[in-house]
């Protein structure tokens, strides 16, 4: 039995080298197609905080200040909330909330050291509408949001401006993840935007900086509208459930034409990019 769990361990072992392997290469890959020189693709786990502050001492020692952050993760579960686990919903909470969070504290000396900081954070129209579906993606959003806003407007008479882009659904893996396992339709009411869009507004945020951005504008209206009367939602939600269900189904055969997922004894599953 020991030399058993010896050889599990190993290939443990074994198997996140060569992850890490990989994601080397996809660093260094996206590094090295950024216009300009000097750049450097750096991994981290943002769910240790020791690994995160030795990634900005790295960044203090290469280039001796940060002068934009842009916190840019998520997760979400298809898993309904009644039959999740606790340690799934912590670790939720760990990466959307707690990790932007964590990473832009850390971050401060290094903003402070720029002549013109900014920190721009991914939320979602989530921080604003709620998802039935996905509790707990709406709580780890709804309080992004919040601490971005009271960040901001602690932040910036310190020098260092904060902003926010809420976007729509928009077209990732997680997204394309969410579709297959079933996840919440009410996300596909008109065709998934593109991360492209998403980078629009985050640049506009460079270039005017703001508290909040939304790439859809249209969408961000409609969501802030909804909310000034939250308890008319059980009676609109059906009202919207079967047009995300076709949007969702059409998502899929898009994703199958584009080779991105395909259908195996009736399920649907991700044929993985190379």
């Known amino acids: 039995m020991e030399t058993n769990s010896g050889a599990y361990r190993l290939f443990d072992t074994q198997a996140q ?4 392997f990989i994601h080397d290469i996809r660093r260094g890959k996206v590094a090295g197609e950024l216009p ?11 769910l240790d905080h020791a690994d995160v502050e030795r990634l900005f001492a790295r960044v203090a020692v290469d280039y001796g200040r940060r002068d934009v952050l842009v916190d840019n993760v998520g997760m979400t579960s298809a898993e309904r909330f009644d039959v999740r ?13 707690l990790s932007p969070l964590v990473t832009t504290r850390l971050a401060i000396p290094l903003l402070r050291a720029s002549g013109d900081a900014r920190v721009i954070t991914t939320v979602s129209l ?3 509408f709620p998802l039935g579906e996905t509790p707990i993606y709406t709580a780890s ?7 971005m806003l009271a960040i901001g407007l602690d932040l910036e008479a310190k020098g260092i401006l904060v902003g926010s882009v809420l976007p729509s659904a928009t077209d990732t893996r997680m997204l ?13 009411q008109d065709k998934p935007q593109q991360p492209a869009d998403v980078v629009v507004a985050v640049v506009s945020l460079l270039d005017r900086p703001r508290l909040e951005a939304y790439p859809l504008a249209g969408e961000s209206l409609l969501v802030r509208l909804a909310m000034l009367a939250p308890n008319l939602l059980p009676k609109v939600f059906p009202l919207f459930r079967k047009r995300g269900e076709r949007g969702m189904a059409r998502y899929l055969e898009d994703l199958r034409r584009r080779g991105l997922a395909r259908q195996v004894g009736g399920r649907w599953e991700l044929v993985e990019e190379r």
């Open 17 to 20: 080298l060569i992850a890490g």
């Open 36 to 46: 300009g020189a000097g750049h450097a693709g750096i991994g981290c786990d943002l």
């Open 85 to 97: 686990s606790i340690d799934s919903i912590r670790q939720e909470l760990d990466l959307n909330l």
């Open 126 to 128: 989530g921080g604003i």
């Open 141 to 147: 959003k709804f309080g992004l949001r919040g601490a």
């Open 176 to 188: 394309r993840q969410e579709a297959v396992d079933g996840g919440n339709a009410m996300q596909f």
